[in-house]
Nanobody, 114 residues
Framework: QVQLVESGGGLVQPGGSVRLSCAAS????????MSWYRQPPGKLRELVAI??????NYKDSVKGRFTISRDNAGNTVYLQMNNLKPEDTADYYC?????????WGLGTQVTVSS
């Protein structure tokens, strides 16, 4: 049974940092395209960061502030978020995709507010 479990969310002040984790079980993340999505309140889910092989790509508004990384041995994906802004407030979701399989975690909430 595949599980993706996100953690690390919470309340953070503008300008602060948070690191999200996505612990995977039932699959090897080294075989998958791993991504982070987010869904701001009242808006559609959007792609934030993607890790494909040795390359990464980001939504324009988070470039230079967010970093996606993966620990294949630990089967965990991370999203380091720096210089957070109120518009980064959202539920953040981990996604694993490969060979027709598409798995999602339940999400972790990040609220950026003073």
């Amino acid at each position: 049974q595949v599980q993706l479990v996100e953690s690390g969310g919470g309340l953070v002040q503008p300008g602060g940092s948070v690191r999200l984790s996505c612990a995977a079980s039932g699959l090897a993340i080294s075989d998958y395209v791993m991504s982070w999505y987010r869904q701001p309140p009242g808006k559609l889910r959007e792609l934030v960061a993607i890790s494909l092989g040795g390359s990464t790509n980001y939504k324009d508004s988070v470039k230079g502030r967010f970093t996606i990384s993966r620990d294949n041995a630990g089967n965990t994906v991370y999203l380091q978020m720096n210089n957070l802004k109120p518009e980064d407030t959202a539920d953040y979701y981990c996604n694993a995709k490969a060979r027709g399989n598409d798995y999602w975690g339940l999400g972790t909430q990040v609220t950026v507010s003073s």
